[in-house]
């Protein structure tokens, strides 16, 4: 006796495409974010690397870009996805959520800034890459 067994999805599972959008989108944030830094810090919007920054409005801005280049990293991680988009934006968030946590125990003893910021870091991570995947999921069944 056999029992005939038909798959439902017709995409085989590939770790190393999962593994290689995951890693874009990490790519994206931490890039397009040390960019963004970077070039504040030049036109002196930032004061320098070394000093902190307790200006509530700087620190605005720069979760304000933060958030907009996760959703920007949930969308690559969903659009390279092999399969099951949402969950790719999803591990991106967590992995953001882990790495933003792990951020903000070393630095809030640092005095760098208010621990408020590297707090929203954490907290804003999963949602922003989520709403980057949903993104993603409105232009590909708007096709």
Not at 33 to 44: I, K, N, P, R
Request: overall charge positive; some cysteine; proline content about 7%.
């Amino acid at each position: 006796m056999s029992i005939e067994m038909t798959r439902t999805n017709t995409q085989p599972r590939n770790l190393w495409r999962s593994t290689g959008a995951i890693l874009l989108g990490i790519v994206a944030v931490v890039v397009l974010s040390l960019a963004t830094d970077q070039l504040f810090h030049v036109l002196e919007v930032y004061p320098p690397w070394d000093q902190p920054m307790y200006d509530t409005g700087l620190l605005v801005l720069a979760l304000a870009y933060r958030c907009a280049y996760n959703v920007v990293g949930g969308y690559i991680a969903a659009r390279l996805a092999p399969r099951n988009p949402m969950r790719h934006a999803l591990m991106l968030g967590g992995i953001g959520v882990a790495l933003g946590l792990i951020g903000a125990i070393a630095t809030i003893p640092m005095k760098l800034g208010p621990a408020w910021y590297p707090i929203s870091l954490v907290v804003t991570a999963l949602p922003f890459t989520w709403l980057g995947g949903v993104l993603h999921r409105r232009r590909h069944v708007d096709r």
